[in-house]
């Protein structure tokens, strides 16, 4: 069963804007973690950010955490169309064992 | 980080066969996991292969209709039972280590249809 929701299910943005996207999950976590998949393509690890962290950032990416609210945003700055892809949050447990949200779809428009 | 190489990519496949796919890590690993990812879907977990024993299954996932074979630390089979066109998905294989980061890496995918 899925872990997480993710909101919006789409985004469609221009080139240049922010893209931000958000995950909610249930269960008590010893991490999260972020994906991409390309059409038709296997999954990428973009960032993983731990239970005791609260904002991570990478390159264009920033993550935030919110135990409390056992929420997680991410937000990608200055996108570029190559960002169109699947965003998929994952929540980790014992034995490396991910659980997936939803996904968001985002689009980027040149 | 680890490569994984999933084969086949894809096929088309009749109803009542049955297709194992294989999946190759180009190093070792402590866990190994198939996904199922049905189409416009996110990912269900089907099982944890566990090296020389029986795999672990998630609820919903039966043994007889997944097979799954892991015979070292590299290298993983996933058969898709008596399909249905209800089998219809992408296949994903996964890889981390355990204790480490968390993070998996994932082969490309082997896509069915199921006619």
């Known amino acids: 069963s899925q872990q997480g929701e993710e909101d919006p299910q789409a985004l469609s943005i221009q080139e240049g804007e922010n893209a931000t996207m958000n995950c909610s999950y249930k269960?008590?976590?010893?991490?999260l973690q972020w994906y991409r998949q390309n059409s038709g393509r296997g999954l990428v690890h973009l960032i993983l950010?731990?239970?005791?962290?609260r904002e991570k950032h990478s390159g264009r990416l920033r993550v935030t955490l919110d135990t409390s609210k056992k929420s997680s945003s991410l937000l990608i700055t200055a996108s570029r169309a190559a960002d169109t892809a699947s965003y998929f949050c994952?929540?980790?447990?014992?034995?490396?064992?991910?659980?997936f949200g939803g996904g968001t779809r985002v689009l980027v428009k040149p | 980080s680890a490569v994984i190489s999933q084969k086949p990519s894809r096929d088309i496949c009749q109803r009542g066969t049955s297709l194992t796919i294989q999946c190759q890590v180009d190093?070792?690993?402590?866990?190994m996991f198939w996904y199922r990812q049905q189409p416009g879907q996110s990912l269900t977990l089907i099982a944890t292969?566990?090296?020389?024993?029986?795999?672990?299954?998630e609820s919903g996932f039966v043994i007889d209709k997944f097979p799954i074979s892991r015979p070292n630390l590299t290298f993983s089979t996933l058969t898709v039972s008596n399909m249905s066109p209800e089998d219809s998905s992408i296949y994903l294989c996964?890889?981390?280590?355990?204790?480490?980061?968390?993070?998996?890496?994932f082969g490309e995918g082997s896509r069915l249809t199921v006619l």
């Open positions: 269960t008590s976590i010893n991490n």
């Open positions: 950010i731990r239970s005791n962290e």
């Open positions: 292969a566990n090296q020389g024993s029986e795999a672990t299954y």
């Open positions: 190093s070792q690993v402590t866990m």
């Open positions: 996964s890889a981390g280590d355990r204790g480490n980061t968390g993070e998996l890496f």
């Open positions: 994952a929540t980790g447990a014992a034995g490396n064992k991910l659980t």
